[in-house]
């Protein structure tokens, strides 16, 4: 009975919960600010998705194309390109270089 009661500890709500981002103001910035060609390390990202695909904590970005009345901004991260909506990047935080 324990193990199970672990087990459902760890689901998709466990990655879901909203914690605060530890950048003090002026630190980062949310990815959906940025301009194209701006390079930076991702400081904070509470999407599982996006995780997933490799925008995780300490990884190197580099924005393609943000244009603001376009609803997606096309990022890359490593060889690969990725198109992220608008409100999922504004939750992303990125330290600029």
Avoid at 48 to 66: M, P, Q, W
């Amino acid at each position: 009975m324990n193990a199970q009661r672990k087990m459902r500890q760890w689901g998709r709500r466990f990655f879901q919960v909203q914690r605060q981002c530890p950048c003090k103001r002026g630190d980062c910035l949310p990815m959906s600010d940025l301009t194209e060609g701006v390079k930076g390390k991702v400081f904070c990202n509470t999407d599982l998705r996006t995780i997933e695909r490799g925008i995780y904590v300490g990884a190197d970005i580099s924005i393609f194309r943000n244009e603001k009345d376009e609803p997606n901004l096309i990022v890359a991260v490593g060889d690969s390109r990725y198109v992220l909506d608008r409100r999922i990047a504004q939750n992303i935080r990125v330290r600029v270089e």
